[in-house]
């Protein structure tokens, strides 16, 4: 029981823990708000530069057409231009696409012969396995 006792503090001192915890908890609280807030900040101008960069894709979207819309007040010789490229453009693109289709088809039909030639080669290899076993039955 003496030992009891002589860990019992005075109560001035319980009070100054109690008022040094609280202390320390009212800090950690305002230093959590103040980075949220500092987040929250930092969230909002995030938001506003995705907001400018929509705009500028906008915008630039916008002057692209107007460029393009502007075509019709160029002069005969700039339009005829124009109209050539676009269907030289055209005419590469069709070309590409045709090419392209060309060596698809012939590349399914590579893979199907060479699918084809391995099977029957394993039919092959099936009937000679048959007849070792059965004999002349087959």
């Not at 823990?17 to 101008?45: F, K, N, P, T």
């Not at 894709?57 to 916008?62: A, T």
């Amino acid at each position: 029981m003496a030992d009891l006792q002589a860990i019992t503090l005075p109560q001035e001192y319980v009070m100054a823990i109690i008022i040094l915890v609280l202390l320390l908890l009212l800090w950690a609280i305002l230093r959590e708000l103040r980075v949220s807030r500092q987040l929250g900040l930092q969230l909002d101008v995030m938001d506003r530069q995705i907001e400018l960069k929509k705009i500028g894709l906008v915008e630039s979207d916008l002057f692209l057409r107007k460029v393009h819309d502007m075509k019709i007040s160029l002069p005969k010789e700039k339009e005829e231009e124009i109209s050539r490229l676009e269907r030289e453009t055209f005419d590469l693109a069709r070309e590409l696409a045709g090419i392209y289709n060309e060596a698809e088809e012939r590349m399914s039909r590579l893979e199907l012969e060479v699918e084809l030639k391995r099977i029957r080669e394993i039919l092959k290899q099936i009937e000679e396995k048959e007849k070792e076993l059965l004999g002349e039955k087959l």
